[in-house]
Each structure stands twice: as C-alpha cells, then as structure tokens.
DNA sequence: TGGGGTTAT
DNA sequence: ATAACCC
C-alpha cells in the first residue's frame, strides 16, 4: 500500500472524559515509530485512558487497482459496480466525482473519467486482510469495520514505551487535536433524531435522557447520548477470521427458475472456493432475495438451513462434487420463498456461508468420534430433542 | 445505491 | 428471520 494513501489517526478513547466533544489526538509521525511520549502531555499518570488507533483506506478500491495497474496513476479513476461509481481516487474527485454517483452523472461531470469494473471483490478483499494482519503485529486487538478500517488498540505498546521514555528522562512532546465533526448515526435513528428537533451533536447533549430513552429505547439512547460526549467505553473487539462468507449479485430482473439457478450455481462456486480456502467448514447455508417493488425500499427475505454432515466433510475436498447436492439445497430453499407457478420478479440473488467451525479432525473409532454431534450416530436423534428453527433439508 | 460485513431482537 | 447498523 502507498503510504500517502494511508491516513494513520491516533484517537484517545476516555471512559470519564469530560471534554465537550470527542477529542482526537493526530499523531503527526504516524503510529508506528511516531512519538509516544505524546501521551503523557494528554493522559494523567495512572488514568485508565485508553490508546486507539484509527486506519481509514482512502478510496480502497480504486487505490487497489491502481497497484494493480499503475498506468490508471495519475488518470481519473472511477470503480464501478453495475451502474454505480462505487468510489473513485482523487483526480476524479477534483473532477466532480463522487462516491456512490451514477454512472452517467459521472461521465457527464467528467467525460474523461475511467472506469473499471470493481463487482469482484476477491482482490479487495485479499489486500484487506493483509492491512488488518500487518496491524496484527504491533497488536492481537485489531477490530475491522468494513474492508477499509481498523481500529487497533495500542494501549499496552504505548504504556510500555512510555516506561522506556521516563527512565530515559526524555519528554519533547508535541500535541496536535482535533475534534469529531457532525456524525451519522445510523439512517433510521437519524430519521427519528429529526421528528425529535436533534440534529446536531449539541442538540443530541442537552436532549432529555428520559425523553430519548422512550424514544429509541434504553440501550441505543444511551449509548448515543455517550457518544454525544466523546464517551465511548467499548472495547476494540480482535475481529478474527470472518463468521460468514457471502456472494451477491443485483439485477434488473430475474422471472424464471432456471434463470435463478443459473445465477445460484455461479455464487456457490465462487463461495465454495473462498471456503476451502480458509479451511474451515460452514454449517449453515442461507439464500437471500431481494423481490422487485415499486416504491418499498429494499427489504430481503432469506431461508436457511443446516447443511447436512455428509456434504460438509466433502467440503474442501476437492475430489467429490459439493456442487450438485448445495444447489439442490438452496433451490428448494428458493422454492420454499418464491412460488415458481406464479410470476415473479427478483432483483437480487445472494448466497451465505455462515456457522463456521474448525473442520473436524475425529477420526472413526475414537472418543472424538462419538463426543462430535455430526459425525456420530446419535445425532440424528439428539438433533430431534431439541427445537431446531431451520429448516431441516436431511427431511426432504 | 453495490457488494459486502456485524450484532441485536 | 429480520432489522438495524457499519463500510
């Protein structure tokens, strides 16, 4: 990655901070190897001030494709997916470009713009990873948002320089802070924040707790109100590897069940490659619609069930075919959704891998064997003592 | 509005 | 199973 694309922003996350608005401490040099003794000027001695770095990729995808193909450098550059300009570099941005804007408005504002398709994610999300896992070396506490964010927490590293810097005797310290703008809380919160008279950070401060807290609910008002503060207590949660693996694809229209299938078959393949690639299994298959409606905004309808034990040992394998028996599964799960005798018009198809588990090393004749719900002869009965809310396709 | 992800209910 | 949130 280009360093000048990469924006390190130090943040200091405070339980009892009393400051107005949520303080951000820029570190100038950068996380690593910048200046720690930064902090004394900032955290009391013995506070429980934490130490949070921040990591926003600008324009990830199209910085992806750029290091992929260095002569789109220099040119503007816009990503697209179906007629979308997902996100774009900064020559384009300069050009009137923006985020999220159509693909003709775009080439209206900027005719020279060049576009390349970004719909597969398999390269974005490769360098994504190895963004997080570079971080990973300076801490296990590394929490993803997106493909283009970490947050990192620094707090035991910086506590273990700052020992080193005090008994150097060696404190020349610069501070630079900068405060939160405006946030965006979330589409439907900012919605119901409006009809209160809340829209800016001020107004959500001085709003009446009780008042919110009937609003929205306990657990979001005061969470918000937190924020409202700078407060935030939430740990950086380690992401790990990811709990599901999905594909999708949008249309204007799907009407037919052979269509459907076709379009099923295509994701399944790709998703079946990134699971054996990460080596566990997944226990669970869902499919997800999205119905075309006139007006509604995008609501999905999803089916799930179990994917049954003998088809999850083939996973990975290799040599048996996953495929035919998977597409079966999510064809009567599309049919369980969608009654094919009646017309029907669907604008997006997406399939989930989810309930991953390390793959099972029991072998047969083993204690392991018979401790392993799926693998022994047990299951099926101890599967029916308990209520399952999927749908069981073993059934079928 | 794409093509992903997470957590809460 | 869905809703809401994040990017």
Known sequence: MEKRGVEPEEEGG??????????????????AGGSPAVLDQVVPAG?????????????????????????????????QQKYLVVTCNYEARKLGVKKLMNVRDAKEKCPQLVLVNGEDLTRYREMSYKVTELLEEFSPLVERLGFDENFVDLTEMVEKRLEQFQSDELST??????????????????KRLEALGISSVRDLQTFSSKILEKELGISVAQRIQKLSFGEDNSPVTPSGPPQSFSEEDSFKKCSSEVEA??????????LLNRVCQDGRKPHTVRLIIRRYSSEKYHSRESRQCPIPSHIIQKIGTGNYDVMTPMV????????????????????????????????????????????????????????RSFKMKDTHMEDF
């Open 14 to 31: 405070r339980n009892e901070e009393e400051d107005a608005a949520r303080a951000m401490e820029r570190a100038e040099a950068g996380a």
């Open 173 to 190: 310290v610069t501070v630079s802070g900068h405060v939160y703008k405006n946030q965006r809380i979330g589409y439907k919160t900012t």
């Open 47 to 79: 506070s429980s001030s934490r130490v949070i770095v921040h990591m926003d990729l600008d324009c990830f995808y199209a910085q992806v494709e750029m290091i992929s193909n260095p002569e789109l450098k220099g040119k503007p550059l816009g990503v």
């Open 328 to 383: 079966d599964i999510l064809m009567k799960l599309f049919r369980n959704m969608v009654n094919v005798k009646m017309p029907f018009h669907l604008t997006l198809l997406s399939v989930c891998f989810c309930n991953l588990k390390a793959p099972s090393t029991a072998k047969k004749g083993t204690i392991d064997y018979y401790l392993t719900p799926s693998l022994s002869t047990t299951s099926r009965s101890g599967k």
């Open 261 to 270: 299938k076709n379009k099923i078959e295509e994701l399944l393949a790709n």
